[in-house]
């Protein structure tokens, strides 16, 4: 049972977002290694890449809905072809809408719907609930 | 002589038209309706060739072919059948028709009769229903379309709020200790601004989403209601020390449990709120059932409303109290008149100056 992550990536297209998440992780100190990336065609990329070298996968992935490009929904559907046993997905959104939540539902890679942002006590939890599956 | 009568007195009150035509095609009976709906008159009809008459021209040949080949072969696609084509008035105009035609042969007897009813103003009905039902789907498509804009502003205007949010929160948590007072001061003022737009946005977005959306009704045990409300007022009830009790006449309610939940916080915690400082707050919930309707009655012992605002406060944006002396959106009382009105009921409120309120709202069963 491991008291950390080792490796966590985050999908968001919203800048200090990203870095409000980054100065979380920093406090909490329950992750060795994070990326963030802000366009999710470069973190698809990356994820191929960790696949084809079989390199270690990231844990957990945090993914935005609504981006520019890719959405979350786009990433998705192109994320769950890649391979069996990928890594979990936790959407983490400001969208209210409950029909994204509704979506979010039919993938099976999706372990959890969260409203931004993420805390501390959250990552807590995600890393005891991590442990214990 | 009297049965003559009889059947012509029966066949002139038919609401549709009755032509007789012989094996020649020519008119042999013509009752009323057939004048009013064509316009020649019995003795203008009488022996002639229907085809010149009624039948549109540019059928008359497709007409005259069909009567022929039926009397040689035997053979027809429209007999018996209820058909729906054009026919003409003596006028030249055109009108819909529907006509249904049968061949009658006893011995000598050989002639077909045909019942011909106005079919235009039935076609104008459909068309006003067409009509309607494109509005229809129209107005559903306008009002998705409104419920995605209400859900795509809100995203848009809860990214860049939850980042002040966000980074307010993380000054004070690193630098609270290097403010001074007045600093200090201000950062909680961008904090709590912020915040309060943040749950103003929320409830706009409730309001304009419940306005649009269907009703999910379910038959509801009051009791299961309630704890789900308690789950989420009972912190602030233990904060502020407020007794409530709650009693139901009839323990089932057939509604939509998500909506109705939202109004009894609503108006729970509008009476925490309201409380009167002075004295011990305390909240009745009471359901009854009066004149096939559940009637709900929240009464508090709070600092009440003037009679002149009691209309008002069921508004959109109306608040009677300062910002900073009580919190609050001025939409929830507006959502909880929405919600009320949308399961057909009615909600008023009853309130005196330094006495308390009780605001009061039914349910008719289904």
Redesign the interface.
């Known amino acids: 049972m491991s008291n950390k992550f080792n490796y966590l990536i985050f999908i968001d297209d919203?800048v200090?977002?990203n870095i409000?998440h980054e100065?979380i992780l920093e406090v909490a100190d329950l992750c060795n290694e994070y990326k963030f990336f802000e366009d999710s065609q470069e973190a698809l990329a990356h994820i191929k890449d960790l696949i084809e070298n079989n390199k270690e996968l990231p844990e957990l992935i945090f993914l935005d809905l609504?981006m520019p490009g890719l959405s979350g929904w786009d990433f998705l559907d192109i994320y769950k072809t890649l391979k069996e046993n990928l890594p979990e997905v936790i959407i983490l959104?400001?969208?209210?809408?409950p029909?994204d939540k509704e979506i979010s539902k039919k993938y099976k890679q999706v372990r959890k719907y969260m409203n931004?942002?993420l805390e501390e006590e959250l990552i807590k939890e995600l890393l005891g609930v991590l442990n214990n599956s | 002589m009297t049965q003559d009568l009889i059947k012509n007195s029966i066949l002139n009150l038919s609401m549709d038209a009755l032509v007789v035509l012989n094996d020649e095609s020519r008119v042999i009976f013509w009752n009323v309706k057939a004048s009013e709906l064509f316009g020649y008159t019995i003795n203008e009809v009488m022996g002639e060739d229907i085809a010149e008459l009624i039948i549109p021209d540019e059928f008359v040949d497709k007409h005259n072919f069909g009567f022929n080949r039926y009397m040689q072969t035997k053979k027809s696609n429209i007999l018996e059948k209820v058909i729906e084509i054009n026919a003409k008035h003596k006028s030249g105009k055109q009108i819909p028709i529907q006509l249904k035609l049968s061949h009658v042969k006893d011995g000598a007897l050989d002639f077909f009769v045909a019942f011909i009813r106005d079919y235009s103003e039935v076609l104008k009905k459909n068309d006003e229903i067409l009509d309607q039902k494109k509005k229809l789907e129209e107005y559903i498509e306008s009002n998705l379309q409104l419920e995605n804009f209400a859900y795509y502003a809100s995203h848009d205007l809860q990214t860049p709020l939850q980042n002040i949010i966000n980074f307010s929160s993380l000054l004070d948590r690193f630098t609270r200790t290097k403010l001074n007072d007045k600093e200090e001061k201000y950062l909680d003022f961008i904090r709590s601004g912020a915040k309060q737009m943040q749950t103003l946005i929320n409830e706009l977005l409730n309001f304009s989403v419940i306005g649009n959306s269907e009703l999910n009704k379910s038959n509801i045990l009051l009791t299961e209601l309630m704890d789900e409300v308690l789950e989420v007022v009972q912190l602030e009830l233990n904060e502020q020390n407020v007794i409530l009790n709650f009693s139901f006449e009839q323990d089932r309610v057939i509604m939509d449990k998500v909506l109705i939940k939202q109004v009894l916080i609503n108006l729970i915690s509008n009476s925490i709120k309201f409380r009167d400082e002075n004295r011990k707050p305390f909240i009745e919930l009471i359901g009854k059932v009066k004149e096939n309707k559940h009637l709900f009655c929240v009464k508090d012992n709070g600092v009440g409303i003037p009679e002149d605002k009691l209309d008002a406060v069921l508004g959109i944006f109306k608040r009677l109290h300062n910002k900073s002396k009580i919190k609050g959106s001025g939409i929830g009382l507006a959502l909880c008149k929405k919600i009320i009105e949308k399961h057909d009921g009615e909600i008023w409120i009853e309130s005196e100056l330094g006495q308390g309120t009780s605001v009061n709202f039914t349910i008719p069963f289904i």
């Open positions: 919203d200090p977002t409000y100065v609504h959104t400001t969208s209210l809408n029909l931004k942002p």
